[in-house]
DNA sequence: TATGAATGAGAGTTCATTCAT
DNA sequence: CATGAATGAACTCTCATTCAT
């Protein structure tokens, strides 16, 4: 099913995070047993733990770095556009759904895992949650206050766009027909619904 | 945290499920052992099995009994309306957003823990659950059909209004201030606007 | 594979030890448990402790008497018989031959599960099954003394055909062919070949 | 009661093969627990398992090989001798004999636990079991058919034989006085008694 | 008589982890 | 860099048994 080819030399680090981020989303991470992500990796026990500190490390590890990258992905499309709220909240669909899509695997892991990061990491990461939720609020309110959106409930609004956007990961499939740009052109049409904003 | 109140004699079977529920939903599936369960119930590791085979057996029981009612529930809504398109959209909406607000935690494990169902039971539930999936396609469908909605891309209206109801679960408090039927109200104007519908 | 017929009024007792019986020699006094002696006996768990104090108490009944009466069998045999020892010889081959075909099940139980009987009990029957041994070696010896029997090892006779007659349950089919005095005519015929005694 | 002495490091397999013997020798499959076995291996459990994969490794195991073993011999003794078949049946009681003493526990084990063999396990090993019971078949047939037997019924003689041959690991002491070439001697002699061949 | 409910101890097995080499 | 050996705690589940009714 995965990673049986033998690892190249100085290799090992990889192929442990690669076979944890297929074990942790195939079954989760109490479902996982360090010895699936060795087996998987096709590495010893101890490769494992010469190169990562322990289970709860790898879980860290890969949503703390899909987390991050999801937040400069955030922050790097709104830089390139002005302060229109349509095409800001556009640029955040654009984010997210390149993002859920690009990183699949881990986003998964991190919305069902991130219950189960050790308290003190994920105390940080609520941080950076909460900075990329913050975002989308901004844009929404912005928006309805300056009228470019009407809508009663900008809350709700918010949350159904992430939904919708979030949910992408769970059916997109990256070998299909549909390219992303036209992924990302239909869930921009479908927010901007949402708001009733300019079409 | 919870039943710290005896268990009356025989009340042993809905002790158990009730304590089931509460860690599944905290702590996942594989992240519970059953003696926390046995603990949270108030009661030996054994009475748990004297009520019941196992611990696949209790998360079972808790989709498959919350499943079936929220497949009762959609057909039921869709029983009281005409054949009306947006009608019966939001007949779907409130069924759905009322089911995922009543029965908050079991649709809650029921979405995260389906991969840990044994396969002969997730075959079996996989049936109810296309089921339900499919009368949203058909409403959909019809409305685009017929003119009643229009939007270009049916499959992605149908799967964020679905999101955005499912994600009703996650954030909404029953003990605070928002009725139920507003927010039905809410989600289903929601899901009229993502398939411009008429309101 | 056994008493699924509703039991009688009052044959509780009986249901139980013929299910224990049943099931020890099936699986083994460590390998049945007594959730299967009730189950094989149509009855709760609770009647069989109604009946019985415990699983040690089946098996003590099964062995105690099956044993008692293997012992009452042979004195029976040679108290019919005179003092010629091939005489004597053959009435403990008929008795022992008889036992073990007639008590097949109890007689296998005995052997096997001697050791799981708990201390005070084994004690008590190590009684009975020496005393049934020195019949064997009284009668082996006396012929050997009197010059009927001319073996050079009296013990290892005594052994080799007392081993030969036992085995007799490991095999005997009760519905074949082969009536038991001729069963007990062929294993007399190879006990006094063994001693060489006269035929 | 055993091995004491704390274990070399890398003796780990042997250690827990050894005590597995013993345990199950002594108390049986069922009656035997894997904590038994480390316990008397001075291992921990969890060692038990880095060497075996369960409890019914441990029984294959000892069984497959002394059975192996068993059948080795008889053909090896067999292979040594003639056609004759009074030689060639106490070249069998040789190999017997002298394994029954030889490997008194493992043969006594394979005898008592032969049920407790998973199928799988069972199916295999029921093959080794019945070719060498065809040897004896093919040996007391052929003496009878060519005369130098005198039996009405070699199918009993040859039980009877195979009986007391096996028996001998019930009783016999390593430690006492009598030597094995002396003990094959005396059942050697038995057994040609048995088929009245020549002696 | 007979039952259903409940239990504490122990079953076999797997867990994440450590350590000497 | 990497391994094989070993561990203690925890896992799911079954055991023989008891007790209130």
Same mark, same amino acid.
């Given at each position: 099913? /995965? @990673? &049986?080819?033998? =690892?190249?030399?100085?290799?090992?680090?990889?192929?442990? @995070?690669? &076979?944890?981020?297929?074990?942790?989303?195939?079954?989760?991470?109490?479902? @996982?047993?360090?010895?699936?992500?060795?087996?998987? &990796?096709?590495?010893?026990?101890?490769?494992?733990?010469?190169?990562?500190?322990?289970?709860? !490390?790898?879980?860290?590890?890969?949503?703390?770095?899909?987390?991050?990258?999801?937040?400069?992905?955030?922050?790097?499309?709104? $830089?390139?556009?002005?302060? $229109?709220?349509?095409? %800001?909240?556009?640029?955040?669909?654009?984010?997210?759904?390149? #993002?859920?899509? /690009?990183? %699949?695997?881990?986003? @998964?892991?991190? *919305? *069902?895992?991130?219950?189960?990061?050790?308290?003190?990491?994920? *105390?940080?990461?609520?941080?950076?949650?909460?900075?990329?939720?913050?975002?989308?609020?901004?844009? =929404?309110?912005?928006?309805?206050?300056?009228?470019?959106?009407?809508?009663?409930?900008?809350?709700?609004? %918010?949350?159904?766009? =992430? +939904?919708?956007?979030?949910?992408?990961?769970?059916? #997109?499939?990256? *070998?299909? !027909?549909? +390219?992303?740009? !036209?992924? =990302?052109?239909?869930?921009?049409?479908?927010?901007?619904?949402?708001? $009733?904003?300019?079409?």
């Amino acid at each position: 099913m /995965s @990673t &049986a080819a033998p =690892v190249p030399r100085g290799g090992g680090r990889d192929a442990i @995070t690669r &076979a944890a981020r297929e074990s942790f989303a195939e079954q989760g991470y109490h479902g @996982t047993s360090i010895r699936d992500i060795a087996r998987r &990796a096709g590495l010893s026990l101890s490769a494992l733990y010469h190169w990562h500190t322990g289970k709860q !490390d790898l879980l860290v590890l890969l949503i703390e770095e899909s987390t991050a990258e999801y937040f400069r992905r955030c922050e790097g499309a709104l $830089d390139g556009v002005g302060d $229109d709220p349509a095409e %800001r909240l556009l640029a955040l669909v654009r984010a997210t759904v390149e #993002y859920r899509v /690009s990183r %699949r695997v881990e986003s @998964t892991i991190a *919305a *069902a895992e991130w219950r189960n990061l050790a308290p003190e990491h994920r *105390a940080r990461l609520d941080g950076l949650r909460e900075s990329a939720g913050r975002l989308w609020t901004e844009i =929404v309110d912005d928006g309805v206050a300056r009228g470019h959106f009407r809508c009663a409930h900008p809350e709700d609004a %918010r949350r159904a766009i =992430v +939904a919708a956007c979030n949910a992408v990961a769970q059916w #997109y499939d990256p *070998a299909g !027909d549909l +390219a992303v740009p !036209d992924l =990302v052109e239909r869930y921009g049409e479908i927010a901007l619904r949402i708001v $009733d904003g300019p079409r």
